[in-house]
């Protein structure tokens, strides 16, 4: 039986991470959560013996410290936009830091480490950067299987109480005056609950059978992105009219949009999104867990009546 006491969360601090340190909380199992803002991310110190440590997780002598006295590394680092256009974002995120972590755990012996990737990650043909640096730090993960302990999870887009999905359409459909132009509406996914992604992580924790796998993640059934934000509309109780953008106007909405503060769409959203997020094969079942449907959560926290959906629409607002 492997030992399991302290794992340290890289992105711990994230929607996913807040949920895996519970998880492994109730499984007896302390989380050491790296941060570069200590204040800005004190409420995940709700967690019961979770250490919050203020660190620069690119400086390598800083992970190495972090990791040690940790019988596991979970990386959960992931961006979805880069401040420039050239892919060094992408790549800094995604591919460097993943090499110090690899590096980082071969200088403190850990020899357990589970790495979150995403659906649609190709080294060699994803059409944009983050699908490309996504599948090559993928790629440098499951080479290390040869002295490492390593398990690599390939999510669709999460959902759950706090996502950045449901709750940034549902923000994104209330500020819109009655019409939504929608890029990309026939883009595919196949939405997974957050509770089966940390249940998934926390079950191959300790499971020799997962070691050098990687496993791909959905929820039980695939849906257009326009089914998706048509279904945020009515849950939110929002009349608005969604409008599918044809590929040329989705092209440019993504060309404006990514000069705007905050970049909230880009060039490399769409690039990505013209790939399927969806599973040939769901790998959910095979580690004893049962999908949940979106209908099972999202109406319990989109809904304007509900103090969840005020206190997700706060920190949409104050981009907590």
């Given at each position: ?7 340290c ?54 992970l ?13 680092v ?13 790549h ?59 398990t ?17 359409f549902?923000l ?11 890029p ?84 490399d ?52």
């Open positions: 039986m492997m030992r399991m006491q302290r794992v969360i890289l992105g711990g601090s994230g929607f996913v991470g807040r949920h895996l340190a519970n998880r492994l909380h109730d499984r007896g199992i302390h989380s050491r959560v790296p941060t570069r803002h200590r204040e800005r991310t004190k409420q995940i110190l709700v967690v019961p013996g979770l250490d919050l440590v203020e660190a620069d997780i690119h400086d390598a002598g800083k190495q410290e972090l990791f040690r006295e940790c019988d596991a590394v979970i990386n959960l992931g961006i979805l936009n880069e401040r420039g256009f050239d892919g060094s974002g992408f800094r995120a995604h591919v460097e830091l993943t090499e110090k972590v690899l590096d980082a755990c071969r200088h403190t012996g850990v020899q357990r480490l589970l790495h979150m990737s995403a659906l649609g990650a190709d080294a060699d043909n994803g059409p944009s950067y983050y699908q490309r640096t996504k599948g090559e730090a993928e790629r440098r993960v499951l080479a290390a299987a040869a002295d490492l302990n390593v690599v999870f390939r999510p669709s887009v999460i959902f759950g109480p706090d996502d950045n999905f449901f709750n940034q549902r994104l459909l209330k500020l819109s005056p009655g019409v939504f132009p929608l990309t509406p026939k883009a595919r996914f196949s939405p997974v609950y957050v509770g089966d992604v940390v249940e998934a992580f926390v079950r191959a924790l300790k499971d020799r059978e997962t070691f050098g796998k990687r496993y791909d993640l959905c929820g039980p059934q695939t849906y257009t992105l326009e089914d998706l934000v048509r279904y945020t509309a009515e849950q939110a109780g929002l009349r608005r009219t969604v409008w599918p953008a044809s590929d040329r106007l989705s092209r440019l909405q993504a060309r404006v949009l990514q000069r705007v503060p905050g970049k909230p769409y880009s060039m959203n769409y690039l990505s999104a013209t790939v399927d997020n969806v599973c040939s094969v769901n790998h959910l079942p095979e580690l004893g867990i049962e999908p949940t449907a979106i209908e099972a959560v999202v109406p319990g926290y989109l809904s304007d009546k509900t103090e969840r959906a005020r206190y997700n629409q706060f920190r949409m607002t104050a981009r907590r």
